[in-house]
């Protein structure tokens, strides 16, 4: 365990009783001083603590983010290494993909409050204030570039699974968005996004990046977990914390991650689908320049995680693009 996070595991120990610097520092190894600087940090990051070396320390409260010692306890699964980051960074994906050029193990995660270059799909932005989860994982597949196509899909599947788990009505909408039903007073829109990155020869994949970014609490434009959506959609006012929906996101694609990676994902289809908010619907496909690919019924996606699209000349095969759903009254992207 890393000295910080010794620190807040103290802290949270003693409770209301609080724990005295002297001892802290007998306990780590460390001067008082270096003590002191842990609590400063720790204050920095948004934990509230009372008191100072001389006087013991309490934690009064703990910030609702997803840093990694509030998501790293919430984590049953021992997929995950190493739990990194926290504060405001690039992008978590950059960080990621440095931390896999370095040598970092399958499970590796990083986590930030808020991002100042978040990337999404088609080289676009991802705005990233704080009230989101941003999280990339390190995976290292033993597959070909082939045989990982269908990551994207496990991903999204893996996230909306791991928020179904908190109640969260999560569905996915081809290829990797978490989409979110409409309420009595909210409409549907993106609850979630996954960003795949990928260092590969043809035969083999060395890592992947997989960058997930949720939009938990930014009521402006994305009603999502905000207390109203709340207690339309999940039946009760309390959301849950931010470390709570990382950690969510991240258990659920460990478990579909890890159920891809030994059975592939055919077996993991029907599942997708029964999350899907595309079966059935009129869907016009584009390319990252907005050029139509197909328009037509959504019927389904193959073991290859491709979208099947009945057009009026025939079924289109697609591994790539952007799906606008069409609505009766007009068409929306969700
Ligand atoms: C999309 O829907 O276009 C994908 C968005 C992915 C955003 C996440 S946030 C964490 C990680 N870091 C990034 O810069 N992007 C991904």
């Known amino acids: 365990m890393k000295r910080r996070d010794a620190v807040l595991t103290a802290l949270k120990d003693a409770g209301e009783r609080g724990v005295s610097g002297e001892l802290l520092a007998g306990a780590l190894g460390v001067s008082r001083a270096a003590v002191a600087k842990h609590m400063a940090a720790l204050r920095m990051m948004g934990y509230g603590i009372k008191g100072s070396a001389g006087a013991g320390y309490v934690l009064v409260s703990v910030p609702d983010l997803a ?3 509030e998501v790293g ?7 995950f290494a190493e739990l990194r980051g926290g504060g405001e960074t690039g992008s978590t994906n950059d960080d990621a993909k440095a931390l896999a050029r370095a040598g970092a193990p399958e499970g590796t995660v990083v986590l930030a409050t ?4 978040g990337r999404g799909r088609f080289a676009r932005a991802w705005s990233s204030p704080p009230g989101g989860v941003y999280v990339s994982v390190v995976l290292r597949p033993s597959l070909s570039l082939a045989e990982a196509a269908p990551l994207p899909l496990v991903i999204s599947l893996g996230a909306a699974c791991g928020l179904e788990a908190l109640g ?3 569905r ?13 007073s909210a409409a549907p829109g993106k609850l979630a996004g996954v960003l795949l990155e990928v260092s ?5 994949v060395d890592w992947v990046v997989a960058g997930i970014g949720a939009n938990v609490r930014r009521p402006s434009w994305s009603p999502f977990l905000d207390a109203a959506y709340a207690e339309d959609v999940l039946g009760s006012a309390r959301t849950p914390s931010l470390a709570r929906v990382a950690a969510a996101m991240l258990e659920g694609i460990a478990q579909v991650y890890t159920t891809f990676l030994s059975v592939g994902f055919q077996p993991l289809v029907a599942e997708y689908e029964a999350h899907w908010v595309l079966g059935g619907t009129t869907v016009r496909v584009s390319d990252a320049h907005g050029a139509l690919l197909a328009a037509g019924k959504a019927t389904g996606v193959d073991s ?11 079924e289109v095969v697609l591994s790539a693009g952007e799906v ?8 929306r992207e969700t």
């Not at 808020?114 to 270059?117: C, E, G, N, S, Y």
């Not at 996915?172 to 009595?184: E, R, T």
């Not at 606008?324 to 068409?331: E, N, Q, W």
């Open 304 to 314: 290859y995680g491709r979208l099947i699209v009945m057009t009026e000349y025939g």
């Open 168 to 170: 969260v009505p999560a």
């Open 114 to 117: 808020r991002q100042t270059a």
């Open 67 to 69: 840093l990694p010692g």
């Open 200 to 204: 590969a020869e043809p035969d083999s």
């Open 73 to 79: 306890p919430l984590l049953e699964s021992s997929f």
């Open 172 to 184: 996915l909408k081809w290829p990797n968005d978490v989409v979110l039903p409409a309420g009595p």
């Open 324 to 331: 606008t759903l069409r609505m009766p009254g007009g068409t």
